[in-house]
């Protein structure tokens, strides 16, 4: 209720049952619109289903934004969900090609616990190492900006809008159409060197960065600043665009097929000093349809960009307006978007990195047709 233009994220890490009779209050005592401008400013991630309380809001409250892979309570589904790519691999066994050293016991011995007072209190975990935090990891200020919506991918994994069996309505959740294309898995290579396709490697693809932050917090706990590390901050310039000095927030640009746009990530600064590398790469499966799209408009978002990248520089090509499906049956739509991400990693102990996301819109070009001679 507090004048406030944000959105109020509600992180479920168990039954949603306190959510839900906070709803059923706010239904019985308020009129009508009053309950759907309280909803409205709610967004919800569910750690699947471990109460029957998921399934009643959002049957509910059916525009209620709520990210979830609908389960039973009881446990048994939850190796199919996205969020286990935190550390599962072992224990749902379900992680083919991550890497599973930052998350082991002995990695958290000497990264988390014995990094001072609150350390000591991290406890040796019995199934999983913080299966709960992928609900509240797209939220840190990392510049990847995926709180803005589910389908651009994150810290916190990324998600797809469909309605899956025995829902009432669409939610952001997991599956997806593989014919078109669009589905909720990301293909990452993985430390064997082989292409691996899941819904949890949209998670356990930013594994590196994120336990290393994880160790840099801690390091702050019991820290002066200068004996700690911190994140670098990216910045871009090139589209007739010059960053602030934030260095925050996505860019967007839009090209015409057949066009190239250079950007350059040279001003990026640490505030330690240390050297900076520069990673660029289409993040290809982020940014399909948008929540309430038609089935029939599945490939639309999904442009051909190519990235040529040397260095702090890359420059941007857009191909087409769409990318190859699994049938050519259409034609490519007049629209499309791709999602390029630049990744800043500093030198320091431990290795932090921030982002940047580059949205392209893509736009097939005009064609003109030469006046008939009389």
Request: include cysteine; proline fraction near 7%.
């Amino acid at each position: 209720d507090r004048v406030d233009g944000r959105p109020l994220w509600i992180s479920v890490w168990g039954g949603a049952n306190t959510l839900a009779e906070a709803l059923a209050h706010v239904r019985a005592s308020r009129p009508a619109d009053a309950l759907a401008a309280f909803v409205d400013k709610l967004r919800v991630y569910s750690i699947s289903d471990q109460d029957d309380a998921g399934p009643w809001i959002r049957r509910e409250f059916p525009a209620l934004r709520y990210i979830v892979q609908p389960s039973t309570p009881d446990g048994a589904e939850y190796g199919r969900a996205a969020w286990t790519g935190i550390s599962g691999d072992r224990y749902y066994r379900n992680g083919d090609g991550a890497d599973f050293t930052t998350v082991s016991n002995e990695w958290l011995d000497a990264n988390i616990r014995a990094k001072g007072s609150l350390g000591r209190h991290y406890p040796r975990y019995l199934f999983i190492m913080e299966g709960d935090t992928p609900a509240f990891l797209n939220l840190l200020p990392n510049g990847l900006e995926s709180y803005r919506l589910p389908s651009w991918g994150g810290w916190g994994g990324r998600y797809v809008y469909r309605q899956p069996y025995g829902e009432t309505r669409p939610v952001w959740t997991q599956g997806g159409d593989l014919f078109g294309r669009v589905n909720s898995g990301d293909t990452v290579t993985g430390i064997d060197g082989l292409p691996h396709t899941s819904d949890q490697a949209t998670i356990w693809r930013w594994r590196g960065a994120f336990q290393n932050d994880f160790a840099a917090r801690m390091d702050w706990t019991h820290k002066p600043y200068r004996q700690a590390n911190h994140a670098p901050v990216a910045r871009l310039e090139g589209a007739n665009r010059v960053d602030g000095a934030d260095g925050h927030g996505a860019v967007e640009l839009e090209l015409a097929v057949g066009a190239s746009v250079a950007l350059d990530a040279g001003g990026s600064s640490d505030p330690d000093g240390d050297r900076l590398s520069y990673n660029w790469f289409l993040y290809g499966e982020a940014g399909g349809p948008p929540a309430g799209s038609p089935r029939s408009a599945d490939r639309v978002g999904m442009a051909d960009v190519r990235v040529i990248a040397d260095g702090a520089r890359a420059t941007l090509r857009a191909v087409a307006t769409c990318r190859p499906s699994w049938l050519d049956v259409a034609p490519c739509p007049a629209t499309g978007t791709a999602h390029v991400i630049l990744a800043v990693t500093d030198s320091g102990q431990p290795a932090l990195t921030s982002y940047r996301r580059v949205v392209v819109r893509v736009a097939a070009p005009v064609r003109t047709v030469a006046p008939v001679a009389q």
